[in-house]
């Protein structure tokens, strides 16, 4: 599966780095999200854009900075990170309107904060 | 969302059907019972969704009760790239910022050779 494609796959960073995850969708959909998945635990909504505009912003910490330049691409920021930020971040798109609202996530970038 | 529940763990045979449960008593009208897995280090695979009438795809199929109050995820063959978890959810299939999945723990199908 290549519709959602996320780089890079695994990132090793200090606290006092910054650092960007990419994701891309190539499905033609205009609502894309970030998750994060901690070591056994569910995974946790981060951000959902729609149409290039961010509409919901889950708590998630100011060291985490999204960004949406068109529908196609998602962006995740990174500065300052915590060792407990240290988890899968899952990018996923899915059409804004229609009957067809299943998300497709792209593999995940696995992130380990030193 | 309503809340669903599923066994944490669960095994079966290669080649053998694997039946996953899944109860959501607490379901309303317009919401849709929705199936992902998670292969180990990947991410979520959308497998199939259904309101009321049993569904199937290629992936699998799905068996809801009449009452809607639970639902079985049928894998008919398993194979060992079947293992992994799965999650069971409800909600209603809306657009833009609505869409978004919460998911539970899920349960972890684990296919013996």
């Known amino acids: 599966e290549t519709g959602v494609t996320q780089t890079p796959r695994h990132l090793v960073m200090g606290m006092t780095n910054k650092k960007s995850l990419k994701c891309e969708q190539h499905l033609g959909h205009n609502a894309m999200y970030w998750y994060k998945q901690s070591a056994k635990k569910p995974l946790e909504l981060m951000f959902v854009y729609s149409l290039e505009e961010r509409v919901e912003n889950n708590s998630v910490p100011s060291r985490f900075s999204p960004e949406c330049p068109n529908s196609s691409h998602l962006f995740l920021h990174l500065h300052t990170l915590q060792p407990e930020d240290s988890a899968l971040y899952l990018c996923?798109?899915?059409?804004?309107?229609?009957?067809?609202?299943?998300?497709?996530f792209g593999p995940g970038t696995r992130l380990t904060v030193t | 969302d309503a809340k669903t529940t599923q066994p944490p763990s669960m095994d079966c045979a290669e080649g053998r059907a694997a039946n996953l449960p899944c109860n959501h008593s607490t379901i309303s009208g317009n919401e849709y019972v929705y199936w992902y897995r998670q292969i180990h280090s990947q991410g979520p695979q959308y497998i199939i969704h259904g309101l009321k009438n049993n569904e199937t795809n290629e992936m699998a199929s799905l068996i809801i009760t009449e009452d809607r109050k639970s639902s079985t995820l049928i894998l008919p063959h398993a194979t060992l790239r079947d293992t992994a978890v799965y999650y069971c959810?409800?909600?209603?299939?809306?657009?833009?910022?609505?869409?978004?999945?919460?998911f539970g723990k899920g349960i972890t199908l684990s296919v013996r050779p």
């Open positions: 996923a798109s899915s059409h804004q309107q229609g009957l067809n609202y299943e998300q497709y």
């Open positions: 959810i409800v909600r209603v299939p809306e657009s833009g910022a609505n869409s978004k999945l919460t």
